[in-house]
């Protein structure tokens, strides 16, 4: 219900770039609390809907239980219930839900409907994962590194597919002033178009970006190692994707070569014993639950910016 000409989008990370820093110190601020917090409702009388394509645990709830928490009314729409994508286009269903919404979360398949959904809407939208990019996790990566301070060094190697996550923890990576290294099996590097993104983003801040198909030489040294899910929802049918990673497992024999107090880090869900080992992921270096909530605190700082700039400014000042 705002204004089309101001209202602001996040597609990817990189829309935010130069206030990611900002928004991931809100969020900390706003997770460990202060008496501001509870009178804190940025989002009231708003309400923010979240269209999804494909299943979620984690986007889900943290959306759901943050616009609660922030004051406003969280609405879930699944695509089975709604008209999208059987008799109503984007435009159309952009143009609808902007009459009663006052921000709209969209999982998709397909990057270029999230594009098209944000290009119809007159309130903020927000891509909640696409197939090329996942901005609300990056955000909650990078809050949880933060997190950590100085006791890690910011060097983060992916590990896996150069995927939609892995896109999003790149560009906030380099944003943040980050090294990033990235092993992929041949044929699944990342987008080009995004790596081009992020060379730009790193020139200007100072980080390295180094790709190779060789996990022990990406992760040697790094105070980050950071796997995915080898083949992402909708790629099922692609055939031989899982045979291709056949040594990308993030396991004991791999983290060795980390620095010893690196952060094991996963956007799950977890495939446990395909990218990942129990002994990893249950180790004490494994942060993927703070992970999962940080989710909830950096879509809270996220959605009071882009819904309701002038609060979030107010709580950074008074916070
Ligand atoms: N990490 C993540 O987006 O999880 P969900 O698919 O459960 O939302
Ligand atoms: N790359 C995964 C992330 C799930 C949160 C997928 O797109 O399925």
New binding site residues.
Partial sequence: MSDSDSKRDLMAIDDVSDELAGLIDWGIDFKHGSDINYDFKPLDGMSIGSIYE?????????FEVGVSKLGGQPLTLLSNDIQLGKSESIADTAAVLSRYLDGITY?CFRHDDAEELAKHATVPVIN??SDLH?P??AAADLMTIAEHGESVNGHIAWVGDGNN?FHDLLLAGVALGHDVSYATPAGFEPDESVMSRARSIAADTGSSISGSNDPVETVSGAGVIYTDIFVS?GEEHVEGKFDAFRGFQVNEELVSHADPDYLFMH???AHRGEEVTDAVIDSPNSVVFD??EN?MWAQMSLLTYLCNEAAWHTYRDLG
């Fill in positions: 494909k299943p979620s645990t984690r986007t889900r709830v943290s999982r909640a994962l996942h609300c996790q996550v929802m956007c799950l869900p992970q999962a989710r």
